[in-house]
């Protein structure tokens, strides 16, 4: 084109105008200006019939392929055919996909193929995934639909790909917590502490006790004892040694928690047979250590040559003490010898560890020494070995 602009200067003279000496340059000009109109009509020609001004423009040339797009629809690829578009979506409805054209749908459903956690949201977040709540309020309300149904219910799963129900609420059961196995307990209170002032309908756990509050101010304490009972005659070890009173276990031993303070009640019934005069008497062995101070067990004993009324005789066993033998019945001798023993108060752990209730008698009986079927001990937390109350009380 540089060349074309020379001669058409050349053409025109400096002032513009026609000079007949340049004939020549003209006449070339006159040429090149054809074909130049000829190259642009082709061009335009070439332009026109790839990309066609009127009509639909195909996807294979950079267009749509549809003539019209749905009103508010959402476009999705469709290969080379034309674009697709969703229908316009409802109030209220997302976008989904299920291996196939994306629709709207108030419905949102997670398939259960997925093998690995569904992430809302990035594990790095340092402030929360909020859902629902205002400016004023925090609450997330979780629902059926509208179904006709009257037990529809709210399902929380756990486990590998949710094998395992962790809680259901509906409108049959109310709440209703997981089964518990071998490795799962439906329902695990952490230890906290408790409420300044007891909620009425609050349940608690400080690490010692549960507490449930029936009314408000009112805590009380949740009995969650331990016990052993016979089923079956226990024949004891005919001799003038300490010995457990229950065989229901191994050890006949408890294991006890720490600064708690606990409530005894426990109740021998015993047989003897033997020949030589002797006393029973109780004692508490094992590794737990005991704080002396607000530990106390009142001790009634009978004894009687058949079941029939006799006189009681009772006895406290102070402190430390009931580390000790204690004497709880008189000396008899008797062919068939009848011994009841009631032991009922409190017991404070300092130093955790295993309580053994033992009998002992003052003298090898030389006989047949039972402790009979129904026979129990039962032991239940209160509080802190310092408790001194637990409740509404002023």
């Known amino acids: 084109m540089a060349g074309l602009n020379d001669q058409i200067t050349q053409a025109l003279g400096a002032s513009g105008s026609g000079d007949p000496t340049h004939a020549a340059a003209l006449t070339n000009i006159a040429t090149n200006g054809n074909l130049l109109n000829q190259n642009i009509s082709k061009l335009i020609q070439a332009f026109s019939a790839a990309f066609p001004v009127s009509g639909t423009l195909p996807v294979v040339n950079g267009g749509t392929g549809s003539s019209t797009l749905t009103l508010n629809g959402v476009l999705y690829g469709n290969g080379a055919s034309a674009i697709g578009a969703t229908a316009q979506g409802g109030a209220n409805t997302v976008l989904i996909a299920n291996a196939g054209v994306p629709s709207f749908s108030a419905a949102i459903t997670v398939g259960t193929s997925v093998t690995s956690p569904l ?187 058949s079941n029939a009324l006799t006189a009681e005789s009772g006895i406290y066993i102070v402190g430390a003490g009931i580390s000790s033998v204690t004497a709880v019945t008189a000396a008899s001798v008797s062919a068939t010898e009848n011994v009841s023993i009631y032991v009922r108060g409190r017991i404070n752990i300092n130093g955790a560890g295993t309580l053994i209730p033992q009998v002992k008698f003052s003298a090898q009986p030389n006989g047949t020494e039972k402790i009979l079927a129904g026979s129990f001990i039962r032991l239940w937390p209160i509080g802190a070995g310092s408790v001194t109350n637990v409740g509404n009380w002023s």
């Open 119 to 305: 992430l809302v949201a990035s594990t790095s977040a340092t402030a929360p995934l909020l859902l629902g709540g205002t400016g004023t309020g925090s609450t997330l309300t979780l629902q059926s639909t509208s179904g006709v149904g009257s037990g529809d219910a709210i399902i929380v799963k756990g486990g590998n790909n949710g094998a395992t129900e962790l809680v259901r609420w509906n409108t049959t059961n109310g709440t209703r917590l997981a089964a518990g196995t071998t490795s799962l307990a439906p329902l695990t209170f952490q230890s906290g502490t408790n409420l300044t002032t007891a909620a009425a309908g609050a349940g608690e756990f400080d690490g010692t006790c549960f507490y449930a509050s029936a009314a408000a101010s009112s805590r009380q304490v949740v009995v969650t004892e331990q016990l052993t009972s016979l089923t079956a005659d226990y024949t004891l070890t005919d001799s003038a040694t300490a010995q457990k009173a229950f065989n229901a276990s191994s050890n006949g031993s408890v294991t006890l928690a720490a600064s708690t303070a606990y409530e005894v009640e426990m109740l021998l019934i015993g047989t003897n047979t033997g020949t030589t005069s002797h006393t029973w008497g109780i004692l508490f062995a094992g590794a737990a250590t005991i704080t002396a101070a607000g530990t106390m067990l009142k001790v009634q004993a009978y004894t009687a040559t």
